[in-house]
């Protein structure tokens, strides 16, 4: 017999009469979430500089070439001080959350307590997608491949050539990409071959490791116009300053019968060395 058929009062009639109220269930089902993998594959070392005001100066230096010795002759002095790499803090956002005290709903279906992390997420990701921004002008503005392209192994290795050619060091470099770039790398024999693989595929969007560099995979990159900009990079091709880093206040606004949470966070970034890292168009964006 079907859940609500038969003779009159029917089923849903009689609990209806007898105030059954309908319950919630405690949880709650969150949007989903991409992975935030670029802020935190970039360098921070410089947020300890920033103690006053809000720009970070970093000195560079030139590379010094070799004379050759005259006697009696004073070689010409070189000027080894380079301009400086500047990180300005000019990001402030804040992602506020509510709910009325009235309804007592968190008691039942904790929305406070959700809306809390999601709020705290959504400013990670714009973090994620500011400094993502910037992977288009890494290597000059100049890519391996264009805009659409199916990511090939020629591709990856074009990569590796280039920063080794700049003189960047291998320890730390890593590759950013989106699911279009995973799906392909999935058909490339030496990347799916346990053998070719250090360290199995693990959460939060590393999907692997190849010719020395992590591979981490996000939603959150720049579209160009059939795909996005990845990039291969070491940590010191962009520097990220957090002046003031994610942090949740709860105010309890009794005059405007709202309970409200606001995550705000503040900071900045900027190429440190462009020759470190080199931007790549992936074959789509979602």
């Avoid at 005001?53 to 560079?60: A, H, R």
């Amino acid at each position: 017999m079907a859940y609500n058929t038969g003779s009159d009062p029917t089923l849903v009639e009689l609990i209806t009469a007898a105030f059954v109220p309908a319950k919630f269930s405690r949880e709650v089902l969150e949007h989903t979430k991409s992975d935030l993998v670029v802020a935190n594959a970039f360098t921070h070392r410089f947020e300890k500089d920033l103690a006053f005001g809000y720009t970070v100066s970093i000195p560079t230096t030139t590379e010094i070439v070799t004379a050759e010795v005259t006697p009696g002759s004073e070689p010409a002095s070189k000027d080894a001080a380079g301009s400086p790499a500047t990180i300005t803090v000019d990001q402030w956002h804040v992602a506020p959350v509510e709910i009325s005290p009235l309804a007592k709903v968190e008691q039942l279906a904790d929305y406070l307590s959700v809306g809390a992390k999601s709020a705290a997420y959504a400013i990670d990701k714009k973090i994620d997608t500011t400094v993502g921004a910037r992977f288009s002008s890494l290597g000059n503005s100049t890519y391996p491949n264009s805009d659409g392209d199916t990511f090939t192994d020629d591709t990856f290795i074009s990569l590796v050539e280039t920063l080794d050619e700049n003189d960047v060091p291998s320890d730390g470099r890593f590759l950013i990409g989106d699911p279009s770039m995973k799906a392909d790398m999935l058909k490339i024999d030496k990347f799916v071959r346990m053998d070719y693989i250090n360290g199995s595929p693990t959460s939060n969007g590393k999907f692997g490791q190849l010719y020395d560099a992590k591979v981490l995979i996000t939603n959150n990159l720049t579209g160009a116009t059939t795909g996005n900009y990845g990039v291969y990079s070491h940590p010191d091709a962009i520097g990220v300053v957090m002046q003031m880093r994610p942090n949740a206040k709860f105010h309890d606004l009794s005059w405007k019968f709202i309970l409200k949470i606001m995550v705000d966070s503040a900071w900045g970034s900027n190429e440190i060395r462009d020759t470190f890292g080199k931007a790549f168009y992936t074959r789509k964006n979602p």
